[in-house]
């Protein structure tokens, strides 16, 4: 049985520019819609799957030098952008694989916040990532 253990070198990458060093947490959701599937007569509340969904929630440590954490992520906030790829994974180090898959998709960032945090703590800035196409799980 393969256990991932602790977790400490995820990876972040978007539109190509990997942003791993400053992630402090990712989150991957992926859902399917519900779609009622009964009929009169049933007496079961059915449902089948619909249309995929899938959203990545990143929390960052803020940066504001060139080419980091606020440059990269400001330049996608203007309305009317074109989706970009967006990649994750659970470990940076180590080869994709079946053990080590990738999940990579279009999307578009459909909120950013730049400044976060109560006194006294790490700037952090956090963004959200909406699917514009489908997401794919690499194994190779």
Not at 52 to 63: A, S
Not at 71 to 89: C, D, H, P, W
């Amino acid at each position: 049985m393969a256990i991932h253990g602790v977790w400490k070198d995820g990876f972040f990458q978007m539109d190509g520019t990997d942003l791993s060093d400053h992630c402090r947490e990712i989150t991957l959701d992926m859902s399917l819609a519900e779609l009622p599937d009964n009929v009169h007569g049933d007496n079961t509340a059915k449902v089948r799957a619909g249309l995929e969904d899938w959203t990545i929630t990143v929390t960052f440590l803020q940066d504001f030098a060139a080419a980091k954490v606020d440059q990269s992520l400001q330049a996608k906030r203007t309305v009317g952008t074109a989706s970009f790829n967006v990649i994750v994974g659970a470990d940076k180090t180590t080869a994709v694989s079946s053990t080590n898959p990738r999940y990579s998709g279009n999307a578009i960032m459909s909120s950013y916040s730049p400044m976060r945090g109560p006194h006294g703590t790490n700037l952090e800035a956090t963004a959200t990532f909406r699917a514009a196409g489908n997401l794919t799980r690499q194994t190779s």
